[in-house]
């Protein structure tokens, strides 16, 4: 449940908390409400309006690596 | 016409429509002769009677009708005047024929202001001269305000079809390839981008266009084309399953092929919706015996509507009669009838 | 797109496949039950069962918010609608849920109530602050994803003292659901289910960490991987998940590292303290009375309860009959199971929620995996 997609930030508007982010070359408006601390180029999930948490690109790093690991380690 | 029939003329700038313009009076002639006629001008039109009668060839007609009842009325990439022409042509063309006329009946709401209307038929005046079929016969309506969407519009087109072309839904047979002009869901996500409560943004334009010139092409090439239809509501997955429902086969497609504009797989994702359901106003689907694909794919990507023209899967002996598709990822599902309308969804 | 695209490619999701192939004991099978009704879409929509062994199976679990809302709270909405002169602002998604008397809130619209699908919580309060003349009402739904902003409207409505907007609340939480399910059946009457892991729903535990899924891991002795919600995390997941179950482990694992931390989305999880508690108990459709298992509006912010504002008094409504949606919001049943799938029960013409929601197990089984390999 919860659909929520990774948009990257664009622009941010401090004052009302809100952010404008994009995904490709679609744009919206979005809250940041819920999440401190976000800069321009962070990405965050977006659910219903709102960004939920930003991503981490060390860990989404991390786990691209770990996938193409799978099955190359020897299983005892 | 020369002729000063009406002392003040029609002021478009300031003036809405009332239900005097439906009355079948002086004002009503006044409308259409200062708009409709000025703006949508050809012979058959000009003689102002209540039909337009004409010679055809010998042959088999074809004849279409479709209401237009979009809103917004005005979106990226057109309107419901450009809408209702290309619509109709494409009707038309879908069985082969070649679109020769077409009819116009508006039904409009008291109120609605004339400088709209006014944009409207010059952009159906437009996309009709583009296309080579003129508007030839009419009607006007009015109804009180609160009982029409500002205008609907209802066109009808006739067509003759070329010999030896037997284009019709019941026509795929297992082993056929299916081919489609172009890329899917721009129309709906265009609209749905001037709705209101949604409010993305994006450069996306609907996709509304005449395809009856790249359909000329096609039969000329392969006059024995099996099954062409246009991914309207519903998008291309209804569409397919209309087919195979017609022509008791099934089908499986190859996700990989079907093309979609980036912009619009961003779109949807945002929004939770399936391009494959999204709609679409300039496309076509061929359906075609296997040694014909290489020659249609060619010439549809010669033709401007058709540059992004692909194969994308082919037609099964099925007694379920299901479309199925190969995932991108790998796996493989089902592609349903459309249930209900697609609604952005939170989950 | 990024982070996107990534989590979908099919060389990865080979590699995946035949890792869980050679991973998966021929001799035993799995039972992975995906908690998130939008890990049952994925695993549909891309046909991740293709590629995996037949002795792994997907048992969808209940967390589709649509699915396990009471009929009852649909009829409220009903109610509220046709006995007062109010506008209702709903996600799309409970449209078309069948209510009593296979009402809907479509239905309701089309006869002439003034009900609006809205994509945010935001829109419902902007159309209050736009039609001050109007009673407006948002009918909230969702897991701990959704909730927050339901917490920051209603915060938001009274530091602008907005007087005509009210939230009707029907926010649930996972957790109680998990142990729900994982507990003892509380009537013999019900079914068991053979639950061999958990796949943890992916942006539930974006707002309330890692952490709260540690006590079931420990006391039922299940292990539970958090998974993204993308295909490959699907996958990635199932295989941490069946090398768990190999090792006799049973602990808490995230695969969803990139947006699951530990301790989650604390400023998200202050907010809603501060505005929503605990209900003593709720009705879930197909799990019956669960206690602490959902939300409703604090005190100190009563004056945007709609549950305060309006006489919504509980509706004892009953599923169709023949209607197994609470077996199979439970795991206990799959969809073809049910007498009415496919014959009574479609898309078009849904009988319970499960077909109603693309999330429903029935719906996602009817749209993508009706040919079941």
């Known amino acids: 449940m919860c659909l929520a997609i990774p948009a990257r930030v664009i622009a941010i508007n401090q004052a009302n908390d809100m952010a404008t982010v994009a995904l490709g070359e679609v744009k919206k408006e979005i809250s940041i409400a819920l999440v401190d601390n976000v800069s321009i180029d962070d990405y965050v999930l977006i659910h219903v309006g709102y960004a939920l948490n930003k991503i981490s690109p060390e860990e989404a790093q991390r786990t691209l690596v770990l996938f193409a690991q799978a099955g190359l380690k020897d299983e005892s | 016409m020369n002729k000063k029939r009406f002392p003040v003329r029609l002021n478009i700038r300031n003036n809405v429509i009332d239900m005097t313009h439906g009355s079948g009076g002086r004002a009503m002639a006044q409308l259409i002769e200062e708009l409709f006629v000025k703006h949508l001008d050809n012979d058959l039109l000009r003689q102002a009677n209540d039909q337009a009668a004409f010679n055809v060839p010998g042959g088999r007609m074809v004849i279409s009708t479709d209401g237009h009842v979009i809103s917004p009325l005005f979106f990226p990439g057109g309107d419901i005047g450009s809408l209702s022409v290309h619509g109709t042509i494409n009707d038309v063309a879908m069985s082969g024929a070649r679109a020769l006329y077409l009819s116009a009946g508006f039904i409009l709401e008291e109120g609605f202001p004339l400088s709209e209307l006014e944009k409207i038929v010059v952009s159906m005046a437009d996309a009709s001269r583009n296309s080579g079929v003129p508007v030839v016969t009419g009607d006007t309506k009015v109804v009180e305000k609160g009982k029409g969407d500002g205008i609907f519009i209802t066109t009808s087109g006739v067509g003759m079809v070329p010999e030896g072309v037997q284009i019709s839904g019941d026509q795929a047979r297992p082993g056929d390839t299916i081919l489609i002009s172009g890329t899917i869901g721009d129309h709906g996500v265009a609209i749905m981008s001037s709705r209101e409560n949604l409010e993305f943004e994006t450069s996306i334009k609907s996709d509304s266009a005449a395809v009856h010139t790249l359909v000329a092409d096609m039969v000329t090439a392969v006059p024995g084309i099996h099954c062409l239809r246009d991914p309207t509501r519903g998008g291309l997955a209804t569409t397919l399953n209309e087919l195979a429902q017609q022509s008791s086969v099934g089908m499986i497609l190859n996700e990989n092929r079907i093309p979609v504009n980036p912009s619009v797989t961003a779109a949807c994702e945002l929004l939770g919706l399936d391009p494959l359901y999204v709609a679409n106003e300039g496309k076509l689907v061929c359906i075609c015996a296997p040694q014909h694909s290489q020659t249609l794919l060619a010439i549809m990507q010669a033709h401007p509507l058709g540059r992004n023209a692909a194969v994308i899967g082919e037609v099964t002996d099925d007694p379920n009669g299901l479309v199925q598709m190969q995932t991108r990822f790998g796996g493989s599902r089902i592609v349903d009838w459309l249930s209900g309308e697609q609604l952005p969804r939170i989950c | ?373």
Request: proline residues 6%; aromatic residues 8%.
């Open chain 3, 1 to 373: 797109m990024k982070y996107i695209d990534e989590f979908r490619r099919r060389d990865l999701a080979q590699q995946i496949s035949s890792a869980i192939k050679k991973t998966a004991d021929p001799e035993k099978h799995y039972h992975l039950m995906e908690f998130c009704g939008g890990h049952t879409h994925a695993i549909f929509r891309y046909g991740v069962q293709k590629l995996i062994p037949d002795n792994v199976s997907y048992i969808h679990g209940p967390g589709c918010p649509v699915c396990v809302l009471p009929v009852g709270r649909i009829d409220n909405a009903l109610q509220l609608v046709n006995e007062y002169d109010v506008t209702l602002c709903t996600y799309g998604d409970l449209m078309r849920v069948p209510a009593s008397g296979l009402n809907s809130l479509l239905r309701a619209k089309a006869r002439g109530a003034d009900i609006r699908m809205v994509y945010s919580a935001m829109d419902a309060l902007n159309i209050a602050r736009e039609n001050p003349a109007k009673e407006v009402i948002f009918f909230a739904i969702g897991f701990e994803t959704t909730t927050p902003p339901t917490a920051l409207i209603i915060k938001q409505a009274q530091a602008e003292q907005i007087k005509n907007f009210t939230v009707f609340c029907n926010h649930v939480l996972t957790p109680p659901a998990m142990h729900s399910i994982l507990g003892e059946p509380e009537n013999s009457g019900q079914d068991r289910i053979i639950i061999d892991g958990f796949l943890g729903p992916s942006h539930v535990s974006t707002i309330i960490g890692s952490r709260p899924y540690e006590v079931f891991a420990e006391q039922f002795y299940k292990p539970i991987v958090i998974a993204g919600f993308e295909p490959l995390d699907v996958m990635q997941a199932s295989l941490m998940l069946i090398l768990q179950i190999n090792e006799g482990r049973h602990e808490v694992e995230n695969e969803y590292t990139r947006a699951v931390s530990r301790n989650g989305n604390q400023k998200a999880q202050a907010l809603v303290a501060e505005v929503l508690e605990l209900r003593s108990e709720f009705e879930w459709r197909g799990l019956g009375m669960v206690p602490e298992s959902a939300l409703k509006i604090r005190f100190e912010y009563a004056e945007f309860d709609a549950e305060k504002r309006f006489n919504i008094p509980p509706v004892q409504a009953s599923d169709v009959k023949g209607c197994e949606c609470p077996q199979i919001l439970r795991g206990v049943k799959k969809p073809t199971d049910c007498q009415l799938f496919g014959t009574v029960c479609t898309p078009e013409n849904p009988m319970g929620a499960c077909m109603v929601s693309s999330e429903g197990a029935c719906a996602a089984y009817w749209t993508y995996g009706r040919l079941s390999q």
